[in-house]
């Protein structure tokens, strides 16, 4: 079994997530999908309630487990990390699409386990 994490802060990063585990996944396996949305202090209340619902439609075969936190976008998913001990975690590129983001950075230099890093979709 391997669990995943997808941490987001967007549907645009679970639409593209849930692109990347769509050939991964084994419809009948017991691979675990853990969907972390987090909501930013500078963002519209609703994208990580609107993120979490894309994943359960993109991913409704799989029943993604989700959750949504509020904060700091890096600590909030650092803890997501601890919580849920995850073996892959996915994280949306973030920046201006050439290079990664500052969350994404922060995340793959802290987490000590696999990371992919999925281009906007």
Same mark, same amino acid.
């Given at each position: 079994?391997?669990?995943?994490?997808?941490?987001?802060?967007?549907?645009?990063?679970?639409?593209?997530?849930?692109?990347?585990?769509?050939?991964?996944?084994?419809?009948?396996?017991?691979?675990?999908?853990?969907?972390?949305? $987090?909501?930013?202090?500078?963002?519209?209340?609703?994208?990580?309630?609107?993120? $979490?619902?894309?994943?359960?439609?993109?991913?409704?075969?799989?029943?993604?487990?989700?959750?949504?936190?509020?904060?700091?976008? $890096?600590?909030?998913?650092?803890?997501?990390?601890?919580?849920?001990?995850?073996?892959?975690?996915?994280?949306?590129?973030?920046?201006?699409?050439?290079?990664?983001?500052?969350?994404?950075?922060?995340?793959?230099?802290?987490?000590?386990?696999?990371?992919?890093?999925?281009?906007?979709?």
């Amino acid at each position: 079994m391997t669990t995943f994490l997808l941490a987001t802060t967007s549907v645009h990063v679970t639409a593209a997530a849930a692109d990347y585990l769509q050939d991964r996944l084994d419809p009948g396996g017991d691979d675990r999908v853990v969907v972390v949305a $987090v909501s930013e202090p500078d963002a519209p209340a609703r994208d990580a309630g609107d993120a $979490v619902n894309v994943a359960r439609s993109r991913l409704a075969e799989f029943v993604p487990t989700t959750e949504t936190r509020a904060g700091d976008p $890096v600590e909030e998913l650092l803890a997501a990390v601890d919580d849920h001990d995850p073996d892959e975690v996915l994280l949306g590129a973030g920046g201006d699409g050439d290079e990664i983001g500052e969350t994404a950075s922060a995340l793959v230099a802290r987490i000590g386990r696999p990371a992919v890093v999925v281009p906007p979709a």
